[in-house]
């Protein structure tokens, strides 16, 4: 397929690096790509960033067939622009798309048109260390039809945003409440999929643990109400004993890209992480032992998120002594410093913009 370009006549002014929050300004330009049972996918093209316009009866308004990705760009000491394991966040798109009856992309063509649509738009990618150009690849079925199926065409998009810390508290411990009144997804549901519908179903839960003064929720398992999860944006570590662990991907986690990272730098460095079933009553056992040494988040967002307190029905406990951890320090430290080139990247992570 040939990818046309039509650029902007008038470009926006790029905001100052130190008033960027998250997910709030555009780049001048996106990608869009169609999909149809008679074509295929078909007219790959970067045009000006602007509404996509859809009938009232589109099905993804009314039952959400819906996909997503998050990945960034990263600006390098030497003015360089780097995207950090791009090829993983496709492969995972694909799976997603399969999950919810979509049309598979062809995972090297949509790279290519990321990376060209991230050439157009490059002097949006901030330099302030901290911050970077998030990207946000989607899905979503066209149809003007109401009735539940599959549908039969489909937008693909890209679009960019300039993008500072994701907590407000940027890389500081962050409070999370435990829910056991409300699940986020089942095994054999839709947990481990990168749509829309999951991230609705976190909101109220979210509300709730706002007004009670705690950023995040961490999720147990839906069917017991025992087993940790994940946090509402990220995956989710502990160190117990000097033991660094994450509950096992079960079919209603996301498998992460950070959490998939983490992992193969602890093993690099000698310390693996262990992939297992934790209960809500293991860590309170931990922490009342104290043996609770650390708890931190991973998410493409945040990177890493320590957590300082947790929330469980009425018993608070802090974690450490409320500062970053240690592990957390050591793995914040290398994978922004891969991201941002400080680092030798010797696996080959990110993806440079030639």
Known sequence: MELTIQKAETLKPLPND???GFGTIFTDHMFNMDYNQEKGWHNPRIEPYQPIVMDPSTMVLHYGQSIFEGLKAFK???GGIQVFRPT???KRFNRSGHRLCMPPLDEEFALKAMMELLKVDQRWVPSTPGTSLYIRPTIIAMD???GVRA????????????????YAEGFNPVKIWVTDKYVRAVRGGMGEVKTAGNYAASIYAGEEAHRLGYT????LDGVELKYIE???SMNIFFVI???IITPALSGSILSGITRDTVKLLAEKWGNPVTERRLSIDELTAAHEAGKLQEIFGSGTAAVISPVGEVMYKDKIMKVGDGSVGKWSQKFFNAITDIQYGNLEDTDGWNQPLE
């Open 18 to 20: 130190s008033e960027l």
């Open 230 to 232: 994940e946090v509402g």
């Open 151 to 166: 549908s039969y065409t489909y937008r693909f998009f890209i679009i960019m945003s300039p993008v500072g810390a994701y």
């Open 88 to 90: 993983e966040n496709f």
């Open 216 to 219: 995040q929720v961490l999720w």
């Open 76 to 78: 390098t000491p030497s």
């Open 241 to 243: 004993d000097d033991e």
């Open 144 to 146: 003007p039809y109401i």
